[in-house]
T-cell receptor, first 117, second 116 residues
Framework: AQKITQTQPGMFVQEKEAVTLDCTYD???????LFWYKQPSSGEMIFLIY??????QNATEGRYSLNFQKARKSANLVISASQLGDSAMYFC??????????????FGKGTLLTVNP | GAVVSQHPSWVICKSGTSVKIECRSL??????MFWYRQFPKQSLMLMAT?????????EQGVEKDKFLINHASLTLSTLTVTSAHPEDSSFYIC????????????FGPGTRLTVT
C-alpha cells in the first residue's frame, strides 16, 4: 500500500492565483514528519516546508503553507500568489523511523504544476 | 542552508563498465547519507541508507553487489554502479541528513547516468 498518495498527476493555475496540491499519508507511527519538495526541470530537490506530527499549528514559509489535518491524514500544500517560476514537479514526503536511530523519507508520485501567464 | 554536492553531474559510460558517483556535505557533518534513484517522470525511490563507518542498509530489491556504497567519512559517501547496463540509466540523487529537530535531508543536485 502506498504510504504517500498524491492524487493529482498534473495541475494548472493562473499566475497570481492560489493553488492547493493534495497529499494524504498512511502511517501507524505517532512521531513522523511531512515534507514538501519542489523539483524543477533541472532536477534539484528544493525543500519547501516541514510539518511535524506533534505540531499543532500549520506550517508556513512565505508563500507556502501546509494544511495539516491529522485526523484525515492529509498534508496539502497551498501556494499563494502563484508565479511562473513555480512551474515544477512537487513531491510530498514522509519521514519515518526505520529501526534504531535510522529514519528515511518516502515520497509520493508527485504533482506537475504548470503556472499559466 | 546546508550544501550537498555531487560529482559528476552527468556521466555516459559503456555497458559493462563501472561508474562512481560522489556525494559530499560541504558545510556540515552528515552521519547519515541516502541514495535515491529517479527514472524519468517518476518519483524518488530510496536505494540505500549509509551511516559513516558502517555498512549501508539497502532497500528491498536493490542489489548490494551492483550498487556499492561507501561512507568513509562524515562528509563523503560514494555510490559505485558496477557492470552498468542500459537499464541502470537513471538520475541518481544523494542526500545528507542532520540530526536537528526536523531531521531534514539536504539533497545534492543529482547525477544523470546514461549507459550505452
Amino acid at each position: 500500500a502506498q504510504k504517500i498518495t498524491q492524487t493529482q498527476p498534473g495541475m494548472f493555475v493562473q499566475e497570481k492565483e492560489a493553488v492547493t496540491l493534495d497529499c494524504t499519508y498512511d502511517t501507524s507511527d505517532q512521531s513522523y514528519g511531512l515534507f514538501w519538495y519542489k523539483q524543477p526541470s533541472s532536477g534539484e530537490m528544493i525543500f519547501l516546508i516541514y510539518q511535524g506530527s506533534y505540531d499543532e499549528q500549520n506550517a508556513t514559509e512565505g508563500r507556502y503553507s501546509l494544511n495539516f489535518q491529522k485526523a484525515r491524514k492529509s498534508a496539502n500544500l497551498v501556494i499563494s500568489a502563484s508565479q511562473l517560476g513555480d512551474s515544477a514537479m512537487y513531491f510530498c514526503a514522509m519521514r519515518e523511523w526505520s529501526g534504531g536511530s535510522n529514519y528515511k523519507l518516502t515520497f509520493g508520485k508527485g504533482t506537475l504544476l504548470t503556472v499559466n501567464p | 542552508g546546508a550544501v550537498v554536492s555531487q560529482h559528476p553531474s552527468w556521466v555516459i559510460c559503456k555497458s559493462g563498465t563501472s561508474v562512481k558517483i560522489e556525494c559530499r556535505s560541504l558545510d556540515f557533518q552528515a552521519t547519515t547519507m541516502f541514495w535515491y534513484r529517479q527514472f524519468p517522470k517518476q518519483s524518488l525511490m530510496l536505494m540505500a541508507t549509509s551511516n559513516e563507518g558502517s555498512k549501508a542498509t539497502y532497500e528491498q530489491g536493490v542489489e548490494k553487489d551492483k550498487f556499492l556504497i561507501n561512507h568513509a567519512s562524515l562528509t563523503l559517501s560514494t555510490l559505485t554502479v558496477t557492470s552498468a547496463h542500459p537499464e541502470d540509466s537513471s538520475f541518481y540523487i544523494c542526500s545528507a541528513g542532520e540530526t536537528e529537530v526536523t531531521y531534514e535531508q539536504y539533497f545534492g543536485p543529482g547525477t544523470r547516468l546514461t549507459v550505452t
